[in-house]
């Protein structure tokens, strides 16, 4: 998709962010904190070639959906909300 190049845009302009996308981006790194804390075993089991950044791990993670353990695809699927 992006490829990472929105997030690189939106780190380069931080600065020039409104609160309230400042404060966006804050919630949105904490739920991928989250995700990644909830989601250590199904990375490992299915993610563990994947190299971070860019949202691969979270792709990969998608396409284990119906496997991944119940923990994980809840807090999968909150973070797309």
Do not use: N, Y
Request: aromatic letters at 2%; proline letters at 2%.
């Amino acid at each position: 998709m992006g490829g990472g190049r929105i997030q690189a845009c939106l780190q380069q302009h931080e600065a020039e962010a409104s609160e309230a996308c400042r404060k966006k981006l804050d919630e949105l790194g904490q739920e991928v904190k989250l995700l990644a804390v909830v989601c250590r075993w199904d990375m490992s089991r299915f993610c563990s070639d994947i190299s971070p950044g860019a949202g691969r791990v979270v792709g990969c993670l998608k396409s284990h959906d119906i496997e991944l353990s119940p923990e994980c695809g809840k807090q999968l699927r909150s973070l797309e909300k």
